[in-house]
T-cell receptor
C-alpha cells in the first residue's frame, strides 16, 4: 500500500495570506489527524477527522480549520497567517482513529511565513 | 502542558551500547505509543503498548509501562548509527493524542 502523502512538501507565504495543505491517507483509512511541530512547542494536535466529521480539536485559534472528503483525503487551511505559524505540519492516518491504534504519518509540509 | 515528558532530553552513546529513554505522563491512558523522527521528517511508529500490558518487545526495542507510576521506558539494544533520531512518546488524553517533547538520541560510530 502507498503511504500517507502530503502536498506540497514546502511552502513559503507572507503574513496575512492563507494556505491550504493536503493529506491523502493510506487506502482504506478513515481517520486523518493533523499536527503542528515547532521547536518551541513541539508536536501539537490540531484536529482529527473520521468519515468526514471532525471528531476532536486541539487548542488552536479558529484560523486553523480542516475538512475531510468522502474519499478520506483531508485538507487543512490556515487563514491570516502569522509568523508563528511557521512549522512542520504533519498528518497521520489510521483505520479506527488516533486513540485506537498506530498512526501512520506523512512526510510533512514545511511552511515558512515571512 | 504536554501529557508526556521524555527524559533525558538528549542522549549520546557509542554504537553497540544500549539506549534507554523514559516517558512520564499525567492522566490515565488507554495506550501509550513510541515514535521515531529522523531530521524533521515524518514520524515512524515503533510500538504501541496498552494500559493492561506491562512489557512489549519488537526486534531490538523493549517497552515497559508502569501505570501506577504513570511512566514508560523505551530500551534500544545494540544501538546502530541509523538509530540516531528523536524519539517521542504519545498518550491519549481527552480524545487527543499528546506527544512529549522528545529525546534526541545520537549514536556515534
Amino acid at each position: 500500500k502507498a503511504g500517507v502523502t502530503q502536498t506540497p512538501r514546502y511552502l513559503i507565504k507572507t503574513r496575512g495570506q492563507q494556505v491550504t495543505l493536503s493529506c491523502s491517507p493510506i487506502s482504506g483509512h478513515r481517520s486523518v489527524s493533523w499536527y503542528q511541530q515547532t521547536p518551541g512547542q513541539g508536536l501539537q494536535f490540531l484536529f482529527e477527522y473520521f468519515s468526514e466529521t471532525q471528531r476532536n480539536k486541539g487548542n488552536f485559534p479558529g484560523r486553523f480549520s480542516g475538512r475531510q472528503f468522502s474519499n478520506s483525503r483531508s485538507e487543512m487551511n490556515v487563514s491570516t497567517l502569522e509568523l508563528g505559524d511557521s512549522a512542520l505540519y504533519l498528518c497521520a492516518s489510521s483505520s479506527l482513529g488516533l486513540l485506537e491504534e498506530t498512526q501512520y504519518f506523512g512526510p510533512g509540509t514545511r511552511l515558512l511565513v515571512l | 502542558s504536554q501529557q508526556g515528558e521524555e527524559d533525558p532530553q538528549a542522549l549520546s552513546i557509542q554504537e553497540g551500547e544500549n539506549a534507554t529513554m523514559n516517558c512520564s505522563y499525567k492522566t490515565s491512558i488507554n495506550n501509550l505509543q513510541w515514535y521515531r523522527q529522523n531530521s524533521g521528517r515524518g514520524l515512524v511508529h515503533l510500538i504501541l503498548i496498552r494500559s493492561n500490558e506491562r512489557e512489549k518487545h519488537s526486534g531490538r526495542l523493549r517497552v515497559t509501562l508502569d501505570t501506577s507510576k504513570k511512566s514508560s521506558s523505551l530500551l534500544i539494544t545494540a544501538s546502530r548509527a541509523a538509530d540516531t533520531a528523536s524519539y517521542f512518546c504519545a498518550t491519549d488524553a481527552r480524545g487527543k493524542l499528546v506527544f512529549g517533547a522528545g529525546t534526541i538520541l545520537r549514536v556515534k560510530s
